[in-house]
T-cell receptor
Framework: AQSVTQLDSHVSVSEGTPVLLRCNYS??????LFWYVQHPNKGLQLLLK??????LVKGINGFEAEFKKSETSFHLTKPSAHMSDAAEYFC?????????????FGSGTRLQVQP | GAGVSQSPSNKVTEKGKDVELRCDPI?????LYWYRQSLGQGLEFLIY????????KSGLPSDRFSAERTGGSVSTLTIQRTQQEDSAVYLC?????????????FGPGTRLTVL
């Protein structure tokens, strides 16, 4: 079975400083991994996805994530936080086994950006 | 273009009543998913439809929950004899279901409150 663990429920950074949101995955085979963002009272939006084409994945709004098989990690980073990045972030694995195409979500990390 | 839409955006009901939640997927998307987001359980998969195949109902929490998808497009999630623990945001997503590279696009959700 596939699962993801988000290591921090809350992260607080200052505007202009780097962002690191940590995610470890568990999978019996090479997974498809995603990061989604949810702004307050808004729908879920895909930030980026890893599907084995390249281990460093670039997403929208300057975010990127690196798939590290040896560490079973898929951490989300951004060089410089912006106030508009304040939101909840979900690390997600795709249950790709036959007939089970649903996403399994991590518990979420709430990112606060201080001025 | 139009995204996934859901109605109503908010629904307040009394314990024991039935409710219907509607999802309009992106035109042309063959796969449709329902998820539930609640404080205690996070984001969890409920049911998945793909074309004319039998739906994957493995995430439905009880037999009070059912869903149908008419004409391969609009879907309705029905909760019978609602309970307070059913209070949550119900999210619908659709995708073109090409496999691991697929992106699920989420609607804004229906916030259900059971009094």
């Amino acid at each position: 079975a596939q699962s993801v663990t988000q290591l921090d429920s809350h992260v607080s950074v200052s505007e202009g400083t780097p962002v690191l949101l940590r995610c470890n995955y568990s999978s019996s085979y090479s997974p498809s991994l995603f990061w989604y963002v949810q702004h307050p009272n808004k729908g879920l939006q895909l930030l980026l996805k890893y599907t084995s084409a390249a281990t460093l994945v670039k997403g929208i709004n300057g975010f990127e994530a690196e798939f590290k098989k040896s560490e079973t990690s898929f951490h989300l980073t951004k060089p410089s936080a912006h106030m508009s990045d304040a939101a909840e972030y979900f690390c997600v694995v795709w249950r790709g086994d036959t007939g089970r195409r649903a996403l399994t979500f991590g518990s979420g990390t709430r990112l606060q950006v201080q001025p | 273009g139009a995204g996934v839409s859901q109605s109503p955006s908010n629904k307040v009901t009394e314990k024991g009543k039935d409710v219907e939640l509607r999802c309009d997927p992106i035109s042309g998307h063959t796969a449709l998913y329902w998820y539930r987001q609640s404080l205690g359980q996070g984001l969890e998969f409920l049911i998945y439809f793909q074309g004319n195949s039998a739906p994957d109902k493995s995430g439905l929490p009880s037999d009070r929950f059912s869903a149908e998808r008419t004409g391969g497009s609009v879907s309705t999630l029905t909760i019978q004899r609602t309970q307070q623990e059913d209070s949550a945001v119900y999210l619908c997503a659709s995708s073109s279901d090409r496999g691991a590279t697929d992106t699920q696009y989420f609607g804004p959700g229906t916030r259900l409150t059971v009094l």
